[in-house]
Structure formats: C-alpha cells, structure tokens
C-alpha cells in the first residue's frame, strides 16, 4: 500500500528499493550498466535515488526498461509517463499527498 504523505524523494526510494530486491538475483555482470550503478550505489549509506538519477543523469526508468522489473504499486505509477512528466521538475522534499491520490485513482480505480 503506498503511503501518500511521502515526499517525492522517499518515493524514488521505495522504487529503487523494488529494483534492487529484483536485481539482486541476477548475476550482475549480465546486468545493465545502469542497473549495475544502481546496485553499487544502493549500498552506500544515505542512498538517495533522487540524488542518483541526477548525478548520473539518468531515470530509475531506464532500468525499468532494460532489465523488465516487475510491476508493483510504486513502479507501476512510476513508470506512468503523465507521472513522471508531473513530478521531473520538483524537489526531492515536495509532497507528493495530491499528485498521488490523483494518478492512484487514474491508474488504479
């Protein structure tokens, strides 16, 4: 169940966190780079996939894509272009309360 008080910064992680449970099955060296990249950075302490997809300019989309992770309630949302073109442009600390109950009920009614 997603919790709809969450700032989009706790939200990216809860998607990259669904990513690494499913990646972290796979041997790694047939991954993607990115995916790989996710991985090492995952396990740093204060991971932050919001701070991830900036400095290496790329999207937890991408890896979606390439490595055919299996959709749950946040990477279903997450991979939902209008809400990826909603929230490109916020900061990592923005409530994300109205934007989710509004693609929840889009997506999921």
């Given at each position: ?11 990216l992680n ?70 990826l073109e ?24």
């Open positions: 169940m997603i919790d709809l008080n969450m700032s989009l910064e706790d939200f809860e998607v990259a966190r669904v990513i690494v449970s499913e990646l972290k099955d796979k041997d790694f060296y047939n991954l993607s780079l990115e995916a790989q990249m996710l991985l090492i950075a995952y396990k740093q302490d204060n991971f932050s996939a919001y701070d991830f997809q900036e400095k290496h300019n790329l999207l937890l989309k991408h890896i979606l894509f390439r490595e055919q992770i299996s959709e749950d309630e946040f990477v279903k949302l997450y991979d939902d272009e209008m809400f909603e929230i490109s442009t916020l900061s990592k600390n923005t409530n994300l309360k109205e934007i989710l109950i509004s693609h929840c009920k889009r997506l999921f009614a």
